[in-house]
């Protein structure tokens, strides 16, 4: 992915820094978009919330997916229109709530009757209505890490469906809440597309239920979750969007004057960041050569929170290098700041640059400062 140029261009910056490539990054909205054509797209802000990404996305006409009420503020200020704005989370603050409301943002995503409550009386104390969906936890399997599952009874997320006869009914006194449709999202990094299918059979029976209320619903939120593949970065550069769209075309019973939302946040930005990063260190180790670079865990947390792995590529190695297997690791004062470990190279030496490949999604935005460590800045191509 990195040509002679770009590598002659990234040694002038200081290390560690993410590195965007907004060319890929429009080819891959672009390829959204056309793919979910007919449908409403928001982009999930917690992936990466750096403003130059937020307004390539908003100009490809997305609308924006948010979790916190500074997520809707970056939004607002990225110009995203306020009726593009959805909000969820389970732990909605009052001044959140407020914030949100005042701004007008399109609906929230409610995960329960308590959150409902609190909605419900702010609003009526600012003289609003709010417009609600109701996130249902759909308790289907996301066959995924099960830090990024979301969609089981056990989970923390949304409302189970048992408790949909009391919601319903407690929405009658919840005069100032509007209820406009249902919300789902089942997990993160989701590969397997049955997963989806699984999803909408689940949609259906739902909307099933609710019609037998005669309670209509505009809006049918599926959430996000489509993952991208990290082993090959470069052949797979853009995900398929067309099958994963085909599945909801296919399986997902949409009524009349229903609209289909979706919030996908990895799969649009996943691939369009790398961490660069320069080894400080080649350490002989009993069993191994550690590289030691100047990133670590504090930039990247994936691989030590998830074990998720990274394709890491030396840029600068010398021609015709010979390949030497190494644990790939950083400069934090704990054993789980590493990459990978037994990794194969080209041979790498001190000051060489390295690129540790798929990480515009949850990198920089899960980036903290322990160790009072810090990031350089941001390089676009
Ligand atoms: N909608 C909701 C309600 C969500 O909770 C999420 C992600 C998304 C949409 C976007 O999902 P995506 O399309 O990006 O999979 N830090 C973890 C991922 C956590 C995902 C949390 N929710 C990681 O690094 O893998």
Not at 125 to 136: E, F, H, N, P, Y
């Amino acid at each position: 992915m990195f040509n002679q140029a770009d590598v002659a261009l990234l040694q002038n910056h200081a290390t560690p820094f993410y590195c965007y490539n907004l060319a890929l990054l429009r080819a891959t909205l672009k390829s959204a978009k056309q793919a979910g054509n007919g449908y409403h797209l928001h982009y999930a802000l917690k992936a990466n919330s750096d403003v130059k990404i937020l307004n390539e996305i908003r100009e490809a006409g997305f609308g924006a997916d948010c979790v916190s009420g500074n997520e809707v503020k970056r939004a607002i200020e990225c110009n995203f229109a306020s009726s593009d704005v959805v909000f969820a989370g389970v732990g909605k603050s009052d001044t959140e709530i407020r914030y949100a409301l005042q701004s007008e943002i399109f609906c929230f995503n409610c995960e329960s009757l308590p959150e409902m409550e609190v909605i419900n009386q702010i609003a009526g104390s600012m003289g609003k209505k709010a417009r609600v969906a109701l996130r249902i936890n759909p308790n289907v399997h996301a066959n995924t890490h099960h830090y990024i599952t979301t969609g089981l009874e056990e989970n923390k997320f949304g409302i189970s469906i048992h408790e949909l006869p009391q919601v319903i009914d407690a929405l009658k006194e919840l005069t100032n809440l509007q209820l406009i449709g249902l919300h789902f999202h089942v997990g993160s990094q989701i590969t397997d597309l049955n997963v989806f299918r699984s999803l909408c059979t689940r949609v259906n029976e739902i909307q099933e239920w609710f019609a037998s209320r005669r309670i209509a619903l505009k809006v049918i939120n599926v959430g996000g979750g489509l993952g991208v593949n990290y082993h090959e970065p470069d052949t797979n550069n853009i995900v398929d969007f067309d099958t994963y769209f085909g599945v909801f075309r296919k399986f997902l019973e949409v009524r009349p004057g229903q609209e289909v939302h979706f919030e996908l946040g990895r799969a649009l930005v996943a691939q369009c960041g790398t961490l660069i990063s320069r080894v400080l260190y080649v350490k002989k180790g009993v069993q191994t050569n550690f590289a030691i670079l100047d990133a670590g865990m504090t930039e990247l947390i994936r691989p030590a929170l998830y074990q998720a792995y990274h394709k890491i590529e030396n840029l600068t190695a010398s021609p015709g290098a010979t390949i030497a297997r190494y644990d790939v690791v950083g400069p934090v004062c704990e054993s789980s700041d590493c990459f990978g470990k037994s990794l194969d190279l080209a041979e790498v030496k001190r000051g060489d640059l390295i690129a540790i490949r798929t990480a515009g999604a949850y990198g920089e935005v899960m980036a903290s400062h322990y160790n009072l460590r810090s990031l350089e800045p941001t390089v676009y191509l």
